[in-house]
């Protein structure tokens, strides 16, 4: 294994092993435009089975780069291009970073119109 390529032990759910590389090295010695991921579709110089995440991606960012890395390639293995299968793919992960919004403590998130409305009528009976 070479030194700025490290297993992180975990699989996506489609079964590509996801790997942690040294981003600087990636885009200094294979592309430039290499940033927080990559799969083997999208950059020929990425084993098939495998997902890059750049080390530099903060641990609560991870799952989100795998996700979309894992599911552009699912795409692309029917065949969509790589531009469709992002865009597709952003969406999704645009989605899935709403519902869990990284890097916000806990109670943080703004309450749903339900707890809202609730809280106001409580306070309008006081």
């Known amino acids: 294994m070479p030194w700025w390529k490290t297993p992180s032990g975990k699989r996506c759910p489609h079964g590509l092993a996801i790997m942690i590389v040294n981003g600087s090295h ?4 294979f592309d430039s435009d290499f940033d927080q ?3 083997g579709f999208a950059y020929d110089f990425v084993p098939k089975n495998e997902l890059w995440i750049d080390g530099h991606v903060p641990a ?3 799952p ?3 996700f979309h890395e894992c599911e552009e390639v699912e795409f692309m293995r029917v065949g969509m291009s790589y531009d469709d299968a992002h865009e ?4 999704l992960e645009d989605v899935a970073r709403k519902r869990h919004r990284p890097g916000e403590p806990k109670g943080v ?3 749903s ?3 809202r409305r ?3 009528q409580g306070e309008r009976r006081a």
């Open 60 to 62: 609560a960012e991870r």
């Open 37 to 39: 991921g990559g799969n």
């Open 113 to 115: 119109p339900k707890s």
């Open 26 to 29: 990636v885009r200094n010695s």
């Open 118 to 120: 609730a809280r106001f």
């Open 64 to 66: 989100f780069v795998a």
């Open 88 to 91: 597709t793919v952003k969406k």
């Open 109 to 111: 998130r703004s309450p």
